[in-house]
């Protein structure tokens, strides 16, 4: 007998531009033993883009997206993943496209290095899709486990997003700025030189005065913040 399953998704509203709603409604497959359906809701959530259990919380970035939060302060990667460990006990970002790099002239090592926070800085665990086809089937699979074989409930959290101060801000756009800068030197570079364009505007041999900062790290900076754009 086959029996039925019917997953319960939450998605944030504004997922129906990107076409994952209308792919989540229809979704559906058949199995030898079980039929599973979905059973959609959308809401304006604070945290994350979908929900598939009280404890499991997904940031849907395409590549596109992924490359504006470098860009964007206002779409700071570090206050987004924060809320999202804090809200869910399990949280996911599924990265959706063939692939970030090559985009918007910006350094492969910048890129490299937004991966490895999400990853390593703050454990969540990135997966890859190509599509928004695979990324709504990924969704099901995680929302289908955890409903159907871990018997967890599905909820909105009562969460509030954080909002970055002036100097976070800036330690993010520096950070962002790639070639060896993480979090820590970030902060030390600002309080060196007092703003971000003081950062931006320092030589080769001022960078390399600075603590923890040697010649190397201080080319990169160099090169990566005056070298023409070809996009």
Do not use: W
């Amino acid at each position: 007998m086959i029996k039925e399953q019917v997953v319960q998704i939450i998605v944030d509203h504004r997922e129906s531009r990107s076409g994952l709603i209308d792919e989540l409604t229809g979704y559906h497959y058949e199995t030898t033993t079980h039929r599973v359906s979905t059973n959609v809701e959308t809401a304006t959530l604070e945290v994350g883009d979908i929900i598939c259990s009280d404890r499991v919380g997904i940031e849907r970035k395409s590549c596109d997206d992924f490359v504006d939060t470098i860009i964007s302060p206002e779409r700071n990667m570090p206050r987004q993943l924060a809320d999202l460990s804090r809200t869910f006990e399990r949280p996911v970002v599924i990265l959706e496209g063939d692939t970030i790099y090559g985009l918007r002239g910006i350094h492969p090592e910048a890129l490299r290095a937004q991966v490895a926070m999400v990853c390593i800085g703050f454990g969540v665990p990135m997966i890859p899709t190509k599509s928004v086809e695979e990324t709504a089937a990924q969704v099901v699979t995680i929302a289908r486990r955890e409903q159907f074989r871990e018997n967890r409930k599905i909820s909105i959290p009562h969460t509030k997003r954080t909002l970055m101060t002036l100097p976070q801000r800036q330690e993010y756009v520096v950070s962002s700025i790639g070639g060896g800068i993480g979090a820590t030197m970030a902060e030390t570079l600002l309080k060196h030189f007092g703003s971000v364009q003081g950062v931006i505007n320092a030589s080769i041999d001022e960078l390399v005065c600075v603590e923890g900062v040697g010649k190397v790290t201080a080319e990169n900076i160099h090169a990566i913040t005056r070298s023409e754009y070809k996009a």
